[in-house]
């Protein structure tokens, strides 16, 4: 690549995904400097700086901070170098310890005791969320664990204590909740409402409260439980104590179980246990042969008395641009399940870095000659980086990578919005879109999933990636099927 390259190496340094993602973009607005990664050197990471370009030293080791610069010429160097340094300093500033009354609580159990607080939200790396957890189980308070990479063994133990306690586990990875009217994690603003909503999966009750949304009609509570809690292993035993919950809850007229696909046993006995309560309940279970979340959030109207509105798109129509293959790039891991399920139905097997099944799973994120879709909010690509919803790093270096490649059909994404993610994903996703089809007239078909009243606008945020030159969808299953149809080329 062009310009003068930067890397240096920072022994014992240490900060947040999320401080350093915004580090890296302030250097990297500076003038003269073209590209700039503040970041911890993970493999994941040090893999993604060698994709760059940038030469990092084979001694390097997960505890190092590296300083990756590309700059327009060498008399930047030392001006970006400073720009690091004092954005690295700012955050770690804590403000004017006069303005402190108290000395910060030490543990959280004691945060707890403070507060008077009913719930803890645990958000540290995974490997010390198990300790903070608990402390709160111990405390006689419900927890929501918004860490991933927190081992199965672990989520094991805090969700059977839980249950013996008469307590609550949200997550492990929990993404999305709504408890007492507040979004937690990445959050919707969406209007409330009689629907209960137990969820094994954050984008897909995401896609739900914001297809209801667009329908008129509310959510009222939304209790996540973590990716994991339908598979065989946990067995669902966050998912049946938040049906407890919401059953007991007066407000709750109707209650919907969303979840990637479960373990069938474990969905079986969901389905015993939800018969056995006095609320109504509706099972959203991704699966072949199953409604796809549009197809869920119909039934939930239905049931309400509501007819199903004729879903949002924006932009116009491409036509097929040659190329053999669907390439998925999804930030929102029960999204890409639902597109692989639905495209499988008309282009067989999918492989994907969360298979359907295990004999088609990528390593990394390679472009293999097949139909794809990749997951970039998986464990695996996400230690030490922020989620896909804030960083989108990751993302546009692979888009621009299947765009080009003249085996690609189409490019289908999704892009979530809402409390926590990225404030405005349109100002680097229609950029890229439109580098792309500049290259290459390639389809690209996204799924917006947001709400009008999101901090960064629906309508606004769909109307900037359609201009780009995306087909734009509300649904990301409409989204699927017409990139489907891009593939075999049909135009509807």
Known sequence: MTGVAHVELRTGAYADSVTLLQVSRTVAALPGVIAAQVVM??????????????????????????????????????????????????????????????????????????????LALVSVPGQYAFVEAMDALDAGRDVLVFSDNVPLEQELILKRTATERGLLVMGPDCGTALVGGVGLGFANTTRPGPVGMVAASGTGCQQLLCLLDAAGAGVGAALGVGG????????????????????????????????????????????RFAGELTTPVLLA???????????????????????????????????????????????????????????????????????????????????????????????????????????????????AKVAADPDTAVVLLDVVLGHGAEPDPAATLAPAIAAARQQRQVPIVVACVGTESDPQGLHSQAAALAEAGAEVFLSNADATRRAVELVTGGIR
Request: glycine content about 8%; proline content about 8%.
């Open 228 to 271: 994991r809690d339908l598979g065989e292993q946990v067995g669902g035993l966050s998912t049946m104590a938040a049906l407890r919950r919401l059953d007991a809850d007066p407000a709750v007229e109707l209650i919907v179980v969303v979840s990637k696909p479960p373990a069938p046993r474990v969905a079986d006995a969901v389905r």
């Open 41 to 118: 050197a993970t493999p994941l990471n040090v893999e993604v700086l060698a994709s760059m370009d940038f030469r990092i030293p084979a001694a390097v080791s997960p505890n190092d901070m590296v300083v990756a610069l590309r700059l327009e010429d060498e008399s930047v160097r030392q001006e970006a170098l400073a720009a690091v340094d004092s954005a690295l300093a700012a955050s770690r500033s804590g403000g004017d310890s006069a303005e402190r009354v108290a000395a910060a609580p030490r543990t959280t159990r004691s945060a707890l005791s403070r507060s008077g607080a009913e």
């Open 285 to 399: 279970l991704l699966a072949p042969g199953e409604p796809d979340l549009t197809g869920a959030a119909e039934a939930v109207l239905a049931a309400l008395g509501r007819p199903a509105p004729r879903w949002p798109r924006w932009g116009g129509r491409s036509a097929p641009a040659g190329g053999r293959y669907l390439r998925g790039l999804f930030a929102g891991g029960t999204l890409c399940d639902e597109a692989m399920l639905i495209a499988a139905e008309t282009l067989g097997p999918i492989r994907s870095n969360i298979p359907l099944d295990p004999a088609l799973a990528l390593d990394g994120v390679s472009i293999p000659e097949d139909h794809s879709m990749l997951d970039f909010g998986d464990d695996s690509l996400t230690e030490a980086r922020a989620h896909p919803m804030i960083d989108p790093t990751l993302r546009l270096d692979h888009l």
